[in-house]
C-alpha cells in the first residue's frame, strides 16, 4: 500500500515565525514531491516541487528531501495569516510512473 | 501560463441525469488528471490519461466515463450517480506525468440530489 504521511494538524504558528510541514512516504521508487496549498472551498495550488535530496528555497517557501529517510517538508519563514490554509504533500509513485498520491494534508494557522 | 481551465464550476444534478465536466489546457502537457475531492479530505485519484490515451484508472464505478477528445481537452461523462458522488472534482495536467509538477483546474463542484 502506497502511503504518503502527514500530521492533520491544526499546527499554529505566531505571524512572523517559521511554519514546518512534514511528510514521509512509503516507497522508495518516488522520485518527484511536491507540495500544494488549499484555501477552503478552492483547488490545491502549488507551491513548491523538489526531485533532488537537498534544500529548495523559492521566497519564503524551503522544501526540504531526504531520500534516505523518506521524509520531506516545508519550511515557510515570515508566516503571514495569508498563509493559513491546508498544505498537501504530493507524491509520484516511481520515475516514469504517473501516478500522484496525496497526504491528508496539514491544516496551518497562522495567530496573528 | 499554467492555466487549466473547467467547467461549469458548480453543477447540480439529479440521479438520473446525464452531464459532463470539461477540462482545457493549452500547454502541451502529455498527462491529464481527473481527482475527486470529499470535503476535508485529499484528492483522489479517478483517471490519467497520457498522451491522449487512458493510461489509470483507480476502478473508478462505471457511471463515471472519461474522455480525451485531444491533446487539450479532457472530459468526464456523468451518468446515474449516487448523492454520495457530491465532491469537489479537480482536473489537472502535468508535461511529464508523475516525474513533473501537476498544475490543477479552480474544479467542479458537483452536487447530486
Known amino acids: 500500500q502506497k502511503e504518503v504521511e502527514q500530521n492533520s494538524g491544526p499546527l499554529s504558528v505566531p505571524e512572523g515565525a517559521i511554519a514546518s510541514l512534514n511528510c514521509t512516504y512509503s516507497?522508495?521508487?518516488?522520485?518527484?514531491f511536491f507540495w500544494y496549498r488549499q484555501y477552503s472551498g478552492k483547488s490545491p495550488e502549488l507551491i513548491m516541487f523538489?526531485?533532488?535530496?537537498g534544500d529548495k528555497e523559492d521566497g519564503r517557501f524551503t522544501a526540504q528531501l531526504n531520500k534516505a529517510s523518506q521524509y520531506v517538508s516545508l519550511l515557510i519563514r515570515d508566516s503571514q495569516p495569508s498563509d493559513s490554509a491546508t498544505y498537501l504533500c504530493?507524491?509520484?509513485?516511481?520515475?516514469?510512473?504517473?501516478?500522484?498520491?496525496f497526504g491528508k494534508g496539514t491544516r496551518l494557522h497562522i495567530l496573528p | 501560463d499554467t492555466e487549466v481551465t473547467q467547467t461549469p464550476k458548480h453543477l447540480v444534478m439529479g440521479m438520473t441525469n446525464k452531464k459532463s465536466l470539461k477540462c482545457e489546457q493549452h500547454?502541451?502537457?502529455?498527462?491529464m488528471y481527473w481527482y475527486k475531492q470529499k470535503a476535508k479530505k485529499p484528492p483522489e485519484l479517478m483517471f490519467v490519461?497520457?498522451?491522449?490515451?487512458?493510461?489509470i484508472n483507480e476502478s473508478v464505478p462505471s457511471r463515471f466515463s472519461p474522455e480525451c477528445p485531444n491533446s487539450s481537452l479532457l472530459n468526464l461523462h456523468l451518468h446515474a450517480l449516487q448523492p454520495e458522488d457530491s465532491a469537489l472534482y479537480l482536473c489537472?495536467?502535468?508535461?511529464?506525468?508523475?516525474?513533473?509538477?501537476?498544475?490543477f483546474g479552480q474544479g467542479t463542484r458537483l452536487t447530486v440530489v
Open positions: 500547454m502541451g502537457h502529455r498527462a
Open positions: 523538489i526531485y533532488s535530496n
Open positions: 516507497d522508495r521508487g518516488s522520485q518527484s
Open positions: 489537472a495536467s502535468s508535461q511529464d506525468g508523475g516525474d513533473t509538477e501537476a498544475f
Open positions: 504530493a507524491v509520484n509513485i516511481a520515475i516514469g510512473d504517473d501516478k500522484i498520491i
Open positions: 490519461y497520457s498522451y491522449e490515451k487512458l493510461s
